[in-house]
């Protein structure tokens, strides 16, 4: 299954659309990380989706790796300013994990390998508009940039897209992820410069 952005023409400059506010655009792809880079053994990587019942869904590597993998490409725009078009990416959508979910709860917690946490409500990731991605670019993720598979969240600042993600449990209530706590947004939406409380 293939999506190309609507937004993706090409090399753009900053009269033309695909830019939200207040940012600029960068060629290259810089790495952007609270702490040290985790190295994850994928026989050892699991993915685990908690709900408000405490029942668990858990996906090993090969799970992952044999649920429908779909290739898109976007636009991704950190809340430091700089935005990268056409980013290429292979994952899983998050629709697919939550086929099989039974849970009303309207908002959740991501959390990754070394304690990154981010909110995120579930409008914001179903109906295909976030992933579990691992790959960039035609090659498999590198650490740095989230390896072996980190969250994708195009549509939000790219502090929502939590590298090394580990799994996301169902929150009744909007609570503050990491950067969330101190100062940024809680939701994120670069159109709108949700950038800061
Ligand atoms: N686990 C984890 N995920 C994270 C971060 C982090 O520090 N730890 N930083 C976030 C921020 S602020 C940004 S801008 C992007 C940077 O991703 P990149 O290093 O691939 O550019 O990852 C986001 N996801
Ligand atoms: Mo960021």
Redesign the pocket.
Known sequence: MGIISSGFRGRRNKDQPGLPPGQYLTES???????PTPRIDTAEWEFQLTTETGQSHSWSWDEFQNLPQEEFTVDIH???SWSKFGTRWKGVSLDTFFQDVDTSHPYTMFS?Y?G?TTNLPMEDILNGKAWIVHQFDGEDLEP???GPARLLVPHLY??K????VRGLRMMDRNDPGF?ETNGYNLHGDPWLEERYW
């Open positions: 792809f810089p790495v952007l990380s609270a702490g950190c809340v430091t990754s070394g990154y740095a940039h989230g790219f502090w897209s939590a590298k090394w950067w």
